[in-house]
Nanobody, 117 residues
Framework: QVQLVESGGGLVQAGDSLRLSCAASGRALGIYAMHWFRQTPGKECDFLAAIAWKDGTTMYADSVKGRFTISRDDPQRTVYLQMNSLNTEDTGIYYC??????????WGKGTLVTVSS
């Protein structure tokens, strides 16, 4: 079984920064990629960023490009999301997702980010 635990969420003011972490644990697995998504009230769960585990190639949604940075720590099996210049529209529950080499998906339980104006 694979567990993903997100951390780093909290209440911040517009313009502030936060760094989220997501640590993978459990059975030995090959990670293909890890991703961050955001769930906001009344909306779909939106893709934010992804990182390919082997070579570190990254991809971002237009809404966060230039403000958010995804990175990984391979030995720790941890993915990070550095979020800068936060605004109220960034409020939501942030989830990480892991895709393993077999194509299986795993989700964390999320961490809440609240950005006040």
């Amino acid at each position: 079984q694979v567990q993903l635990v997100e951390s780093g969420g909290g209440l911040v003011q517009a313009g502030d920064s936060l760094r989220l972490s997501c640590a993978a644990s459990g059975r030995a697995l090959g990670i293909y990629a890890m991703h961050w998504f955001r769930q906001t009230p009344g909306k779909e769960c939106d893709f934010l960023a992804a990182i390919a585990w082997k070579d570190g190639t990254t991809m971002y949604a237009d809404s966060v490009k230039g403000r958010f940075t995804i990175s990984r720590d391979d030995p720790q099996r941890t993915v990070y999301l550095q979020m800068n210049s936060l605004n109220t529209e960034d409020t939501g529950i942030y989830y990480c997702k892991l895709t393993d080499d077999a194509g299986m998906f795993y989700w964390g339980k999320g961490t809440l980010v609240t950005v006040s104006s």
